[in-house]
């Protein structure tokens, strides 16, 4: 199942989207998506609607250095565990949303990734129980001021921005994320391209890692790290992220 969260002519909804790409429908959720979701009745053809983020999420943690051949371009060797950090939720924004350039940067990068949408809360997660607290997979745009985690020393300034977390288009909820393609464009020319199988740490590994430092819970999305290709992004660029199976998420790049 694909769930969003779209803007339509009666407000915002969760809904679930069905059908055939060009005639789909988002069906409206009754509340929230997580468990059984129940449905209204209420449906809009997708093309009238705005895909808003597909979740509102109340932390988002991140992996670092997770593909060996991104490490590498980074100058460091890939660490043995894996690397975690924060974004806040204010960083969050849906598709089309312009990333805003902040003035105090000169290099603002994309960072296309795999991101992990929890479904339940938990903590203490076995790695192979991992799928039974994810609700689904989601393409996230991990958009970094790389002069700033350079001299900053921690990531938080450099990760934190307002507009710096673009997720979308939707969740989709029967994948397997073993094996993807993912790849990421800049104006149409291709800047990253890996698959999911040359993380380091795998899925149910990053699940566990993390739940054993905090709790999780519902919405709270785990993006798991970049491959090689990073770059920087410019006013007037368009960035799209695409993981196989998911969907393609697409943004614009302005300064503020
Ligand atoms: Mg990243």
């Given at each position: 199942m694909k769930l969003g969260r779209v803007a339509s002519q009666d407000?915002?909804?969760?809904?679930?989207?069905?059908?055939?790409?060009g005639a789909q429908v988002a069906k409206e959720i009754a509340e929230h998506p997580f468990g059984d979701p129940t449905f209204t009745g209420r449906s809009w053809p997708l093309k009238e609607t705005r895909l808003l983020a597909p979740i509102l999420a109340t932390k988002i943690i991140a992996i670092g250095k997770n593909y060996a051949a991104h490490a590498a371009e980074m100058g460091s060797e890939a660490p043995e565990d894996p690397v975690i950090f924060l974004k806040p939720n204010t960083s969050i924004i849906g598709?089309?949303?312009?990333i805003v350039r902040p003035p105090s940067s000169e290099r603002v990068d994309y960072e296309g990734e795999?991101?992990?949408?929890?479904?339940?809360?938990?903590k203490d997660v076995k790695a192979a129980q991992a799928s039974s607290v994810i609700l689904g997979y989601t393409?996230?745009?991990?958009?970094?001021?790389?002069?700033?985690?350079?001299?900053?020393?921690?990531?938080?300034?450099?990760?934190?921005?307002?507009?710096?977390?673009?997720?979308?288009?939707?969740?989709?909820?029967?994948?397997?994320?073993?094996d993807l393609a993912i790849n990421t464009d800049l104006d149409g020319e291709n800047r990253q391209s890996s698959r999911t199988s040359l993380m380091l740490h795998k899925v149910?590994?990053?699940?566990?890692?993390?739940s054993r430092v905090m709790t999780l819970l519902p919405g709270?999305?785990?993006?798991?790290?970049?491959?090689?290709g990073i770059g920087p992004m410019e006013a007037g660029s368009t960035v799209s992220v695409t993981v196989e199976g998911i969907g393609t998420l697409t943004n614009p790049v302005v300064d503020k």
């Open positions: 407000g915002v909804a969760f809904v679930a989207i069905e059908g055939d790409e598709p089309g949303v312009p795999l991101a992990i949408v929890i479904g339940r809360p938990c393409v996230a745009n991990d958009v970094t001021a790389r002069d700033q985690q350079k001299v900053d020393g921690q990531w938080t300034r450099a990760k934190g921005y307002d507009t710096f977390c673009p997720l979308g288009p939707w969740i989709e909820t029967e994948l397997d994320p073993s149910g590994d990053i699940v566990e890692w993390v709270d999305v785990i993006l798991t790290g970049t491959p090689e």
